[in-house]
Every structure is written in structure tokens, then in C-alpha cells.
């Protein structure tokens, strides 16, 4: 099975490899090692830096048949679909792909289960071209064969795909436009959590604010990269991390002082997992070229923490109510 894809910025090849397949820097190592990655036409070697656009190729060699993927009974919402590809509002709390800990309940085993044929994947994820984390809900897109997989994932790269997340993050943003542009990594010691660090990977989210409120902002944040948690990772290093995130928290309600620590504790109390939801996919469907866009409204389970912080009555679609979707174009 061969994989290929452009690299969109200049980096270590390992590096990318690594990030675009799942695997250790090692296993990318020993596959450059092995012969099995081209640039171009050229055979790579270990030391090779890619410039934006290369085409990089990997071969993978013919191994034993894959983990059966046993289906799991679970609803999912399925907002399109056809030959190609579906798109699916993921509930949070759902992992998107098999991994230790996660073998027989996730994504891929729901689509199993409804019969939803899937692309091949060398790294064990079949059909997923992007994830979410698992308590992250909102829109991705499935590749259902191997073409619609490798050309969705190249538009992914050459950043042709718009992913659009609303977020309730603690405090208020400085000003009401904000890039975030600081490379992420893997934390020195927790290898779970994700850090921007100088020798991290380029990392771009753009920021807006939606709607400010007493103790939080509801904002809007494009992606222009797709790095682990990189959103959360983001927000938290300019200091206004998600509302209900575990791990880049950092204790929300205390960052609130004065009369309104008491609304914080409140609405930290109401969130039993990070506000953050995938709210708008945008792209070119990968074989006939028709624009495709969706929208998610903003998860029922989260609309008790507007309610409490915007102090109205419950309009029908919150993330429209307030303007999440308005024209950006100028």
C-alpha cells in the first residue's frame, strides 16, 4: 500500500511523517531507512528537510492481516454521505480511531457496525482523514474509499479544508482578533499533554471573539494547522484556556476575581467536559469539486453553561443567535 501526501511547510521529514501517520519518530525513521519513503522521484534519506509542496510517498510493506475491527453499537449522526465519503457530528466522549485502552468502542467501530464502507490506513485508522479529541464533539469528514482518503487529506494540508471551532474560554481575550501563531510539541516529561516550545511543530490558530460575557468569551477559532489539541494548547498559552478542560484548565474560577468568582464556580460546575465544538466544515468534495459546507449548532449538553453566562432566554440556535456564522470574508 502506498500513502502519499504534500508537505505544506518546510520541516524534518521524520517529523511530518510521523505526525501524518501516527507513529513514534522511530517507525518513521526505520521506514526512511528501509527505502520505503520518496521525494519526488528521489529516494529520501534520514537527513532530508522537505520544502513546501514536495510530494512525499510511502510504500509499506506487506504485513499480517490487521486487527479485526469489531463493530460497537453506538448512535452517530451522520449529516452527509455518499460513494465517497460521510461527514459526522461526533458526539464528545467518543474516540475517533482503535488505540490502547480504546480497541472495540470507537468512531471507526460505530461506522463498522453501520455498515459504512471505509478507506484503508496505514496507521490502523481507517477512513478517519482528521480527528477530534474524544471529548471534543462537532464535524468531521470520513473518507468511505482510498482517492477520496488521499485527496482529502492532501487539501488538508495544503490547508483547502476550513474547520471552524466554538469555544467558552475563561476570561476575556485583549482584543477582539487574535492569531495565535507558536509552534507545539509533546510535553519534556507528561508525554499526554501537548506545549508550545520553540523546537515544536508550526502551529496557527486564528482566534475571534463572538460574544463576551461576565466571567467568559465565546469565540470562534480557525484552524490553519492541525497539531494535537492544538486549539486548547493555544488558548491556554495566551491564557484563556477552555471552560471544563482537564488538562489545560488550569483551575478556571480562580482566574475570575472579585464578585464574579462565585458565577465562575457556577458555570465550571455546569460543564462536565471542555466547551469546545467542531461548528463549521468547509471544502471541495475530492472527486467532482462541488463545494460542500456544514454547520453543527452548539451541543445540547453545553447550552446550560450559555444560559447561565449570557443570562436570556434560550434562542433555538445559539451559535447563529449570536453571530458565529456571519461573513468573514471582509
Same mark, same amino acid.
Given at each position: ?20 501517520? *501516527? ?9 526512511? *531507512? ?21 510530494? !512525499?510517498?510511502?510504500?509499506? @510493506? ?8 469489531? @463493530?460497537?453499537?453506538? @448512535? ?103 492569531? !495565535?501563531?507558536?509552534? !507545539? ?78 458565577? *465562575? ?12 465544538? *467542531? ?7 475530492? !472527486? ?10 452548539? @451541543? ?31
Amino acid at each position: 500500500m502506498t500513502f502519499s501526501v504534500c508537505a505544506p511547510v518546510t520541516e524534518r521529514l521524520d517529523r511530518f511523517l510521523a505526525d501524518q501517520l *501516527a507513529l513514534s519518530r522511530t517507525q518513521a525513521a526505520r521506514l526512511v *531507512a528501509d527505502g520505503a519513503v520518496t521525494v519526488g522521484d528521489d529516494v529520501a534519506r534520514a537527513s532530508r528537510t522537505l520544502g513546501r509542496g514536495d510530494l !512525499i510517498s510511502v510504500t509499506f @510493506p506487506d504485513q499480517a492481516p490487521p486487527r479485526t475491527l469489531a @463493530p460497537h453499537h453506538v @448512535p452517530i449522526t451522520v449529516v452527509y454521505e455518499d460513494e465517497h465519503l460521510a461527514v459526522i457530528d461526533k458526539p464528545a466522549g467518543l474516540v475517533v480511531h482503535p488505540a490502547p485502552g480504546h480497541w472495540d468502542d470507537t468512531l471507526v467501530n460505530a461506522l463498522v457496525a453501520r455498515g459504512t464502507a471505509l478507506s484503508e490506513s496505514p496507521a490502523g485508522r481507517p477512513g478517519i482523514v482528521h480527528r477530534l479529541d474524544r471529548d471534543t464533539s462537532g464535524l468531521m469528514v470520513v473518507a468511505k474509499n482510498d482517492l477520496a482518503h488521499r485527496r482529502l487529506g492532501t487539501a488538508i494540508s495544503a490547508r483547502q479544508v476550513k474547520r471552524a471551532y466554538a469555544a467558552l474560554v475563561w476570561g476575556h481575550l485583549p482584543k477582539d482578533l487574535v492569531r !495565535i501563531d507558536a509552534p !507545539i510539541g509533546r510535553h519534556s516529561t507528561d508525554r499526554k499533554r501537548m506545549v508550545v516550545r520553540p523546537d515544536g511543530r508550526p502551529a496557527r490558530t486564528d482566534v475571534e471573539v463572538v460574544a463576551r460575557f461576565d466571567v467568559a468569551d465565546l469565540v470562534r477559532a480557525d484552524l490553519h494547522s492541525g497539531r494535537t489539541h492544538q486549539i486548547r494548547v493555544h488558548l491556554a498559552h495566551v491564557g484563556h484556556p477552555v471552560v471544563g478542560d482537564p488538562v489545560y484548565g488550569g483551575g478556571g474560577p480562580r482566574r475570575i476575581g472579585g464578585g464574579s468568582r462565585a458565577l *465562575a464556580e457556577r458555570l465550571n460546575g455546569l460543564v462536565a467536559r471542555q466547551a469546545l465544538h *467542531a461548528a463549521l466544515l468547509a471544502f471541495r468534495h475530492p !472527486i467532482d469539486g462541488r463545494p460542500l459546507e456544514f454547520r453543527s449548532p452548539w @451541543p445540547t449538553e453545553l447550552v446550560p453553561a450559555l444560559q447561565l453566562v449570557a443570562e436570556r432566554v434560550d434562542p433555538p440556535d445559539w451559535l447563529t443567535y449570536l453571530g458565529f456564522y456571519r461573513d468573514r470574508s471582509g
